[in-house]
């Protein structure tokens, strides 16, 4: 039910974003999703793509570090109160979230979100336990194919 | 007939100038004999010396020519710090009459002490080299060298004060207050650290005081390396002649070499100072003229000789004879070290020492480089590193903590800020030979 998600570190600095891209977009790599976080100094690029491990392999052998971590997609209504719902199961179960971003892309009436968990399988499970959807990989490459 | 020269105020003769203008023969037998001496009593009292000289099989007859110091042992910074802190003390400390401290590569200072006839000598090479850059009896001298366990405050005091001119203990900082003084005070002579100095001219000028129109006109400075193009600047924005001098706490501090009116190369005292210059690599002596890292014999010295001493600083001995008339060899002026010490804020900084806190935050060392930049008179320290994957995390918070941890532990051994500035991988340039670590901009656009 988990998926792998690559972190990059960049410099917070012009033209430093093109550079991976273009790495993994020459290998013919897609992305599924990606998600940004930066300080004054430095940022950390974080990506969903279908070939994890080629593109990992790829943009060590380019000089990148890169951080594999999972994380847990959860498909939620789009309608005012679905996220809230959803955060308001995980805070009853005290479940810390490190940090979460949007899906690109929405099934139907479905907003699909990431969610970084210190303890990603006892998070699936309450998700599971109180009806949530969690999406996983193959379910995931599914949409964008 | 030298005392006839006495208070000249062309260029200041002083009588304790005297040995600046022995024949060079005569120079010699003064060094030979007190070699001899400081030798045999390094080896009488110093359980350090006595064994290295052991181990050589050398005895202090061993020296029988001031060729034969080549045979002598190396004495190293570190042999300072373990020894720490009267180790390689030469009196009893009842004959101690002062103890001054700088700091080591670890953090902990290195401790350099001064016996009643020290403090002479000291006054008396600090009043050559002040007569040396042209003061005399009745130059008023602000003295902006910090006070305290950095020799510079006193060593410049007491050298003023044996050379008869006036001097105004003011210490450093303190800008608008040295500005002041130097107006009301009608200042001649002003030392204190090249950049410090810089900073005084911009102050100066937001303050709408013109240096050139007072009657200050001789700037002596020292403790960290400053380019000609720096002197230019203070030269022309001072309205002044601007002097490099030299020394080191270990030696005596202030007062081991000095400029004089030809500006051309800095005038060794090695009537109390022997010089040689070696290869760094090899330890081998180097011919004169040829570049190498200097190394210095304190030929009078009594609480703390120091025999063949390194001083990691890179110069050439200049023979010719001088414009000035003095017969004392010169050294170019120091550009560069062989290790990369650096001095900031007045205190000395070794990249090992960066690197003993970067690696016990990180567990290994990564690529790392230090920048040093000048701000309005300021010198600030940044460090860059290259991000590992031991310490990347995907979450922000993970890394301004190890952020926070690097800068930390830097400030906690250097005792003074800096600003951590974490980089890509590979992003610092690497180098076919020795990693240049610091890059030093401090006197980039003077």
Redesign the interface.
Known sequence: MKLQ?L?L???NRPG?LGAPLEAIAAEGINILTLSL???A??G?L?LIVREWDKAKRVLEEA???V?L?EVVAVDLLDRPGGLAQALKILEGANLNI??MYAFSLRRGDKAILIF?FEDPDRAIQVLLDKGLHVVDGDELMSFVS | MLTELWNDAEGGFHPASAPDFLPGSALREVQLRRLRAVVARAYKNVALFRSRMEERGLTPESIQSLADIQHLPFTVKTDLRDTYPFGLFASPMSDVVRLHASSGTTGKPIVVAYTREDVEVWSEVMARTLASCGLHRGDILQNAFGYGLFTGGLGAHYGGETLGATVIPISGGNTDRQIMIIRDFNVSALCCTPSYFTHMIERARELGVDLRELPLRIGIFGAEPWTDGMRRHIEAEAGIKAYDIYGLSEIIGPGVASECSAQEGLHLFEDHFYPEIIDPETGEALPDGEEGELVLTTLSKKAMPMIRYRTRDITSLITEPCACGRTLRRMRRIGRRSDDMFIIRGVNVFPSQVEAALLAVEGTLPHYRIILTRDQGLDRMAVEVE???EV?????KA??DV?TRLAQAIEHILGIRVEL???????LARSEGKAKRVIDRRNEGK
């Open positions: 998600q972190s570190f960049l410099e430093r976080a930066d300080t100094q430095f950390i974080r000089g990148w570090v951080n971590t490190e940090y970084r | 991000v590992t994957p990347f995390s995907d979450k922000i890394l301004e952020r500035r974490l980089v890509e991988p590979r992003s």
